[in-house]
């Protein structure tokens, strides 16, 4: 009669921890569900913290004095952007070279260069396909050419003077690693001596490729 206490009791005991332990050898063994991404899904929808563009720049200037003696630049631009965490705000920096030659029909040519820095901002989150965003930076502009040479106004900054880009732009991004900026629109302000206004309102429009890194 004892013996068969024994067993009865023993068998008891084992059997529930055998039905954990072939339960817990099951779930480790099971794929995850389809409704739970894995961790490594998770880190690859999450946008990368730096990024290098480059690209075409075409710039509506009207450098000459008065009010819209407007022609064409062309050129190009590189921009650095280092996202601040999770915020959705990215540190940018961004040079952008445009030149034009027989400017507004008076046989001058003229080169641009600016260098500006500043804050972009774009919707936080899981990294989305379709990727606007819209930068305001300051810094400086720069003049050559014959057409910021005496006699000319230009001449008296043409060394250096303040700018400002703001504006902003899309990016359609092809994986992970790589986006292409279909558009960007910014005004780029400048301030040199031009004898009248003393203030030139460009628009500057581009396009380029993104790299995330």
């Known amino acids: 009669m004892r013996s068969r206490i024994k067993t009865t009791l023993a068998m008891v005991l084992v059997i529930p921890i055998a039905g954990v332990s072939v339960r817990s050898a099951l779930a480790q063994a099971a794929p995850p569900s389809a409704g739970a991404p894995s961790a490594q899904a998770a880190g690859d929808s999450k946008p990368l913290p730096f990024e290098i563009e480059g690209g075409y720049t075409y710039l509506m200037a009207n450098e000459p004095p008065g009010s819209c003696n407007c022609f064409g630049m062309q050129g190009g631009n590189g921009t650095f952007a280092w996202a601040i965490k999770d915020s959705g705000f990215a540190a940018v920096g961004d040079v952008v070279v445009v030149n034009a030659s027989a400017i507004a029909g008076t046989g001058y040519d003229l080169t641009v260069v600016a260098v500006t820095g500043g804050l972009r901002y774009r919707l936080p989150g899981k990294k989305m396909r379709i990727q606007p965003y819209g930068q305001a930076l300051f810094g ?11 006699p000319n106004p230009e001449a008296r900054n043409a060394g250096a003077a303040f700018a400002m880009n703001a504006g902003g732009g899309v990016d359609v991004a092809v994986n992970r690693r790589f986006s292409v900026r279909i558009v960007e629109a910014d005004l780029l302000l400048t301030n040199f001596d031009n004898l009248a206004s003393g203030r030139q309102y460009n628009l500057r429009l581009g396009v380029g490729a993104v790299f995330h890194f």
Do not use: R
């Open 140 to 150: 400086v502009a720069h003049l050559s050419g014959t057409g910021a040479q005496y």
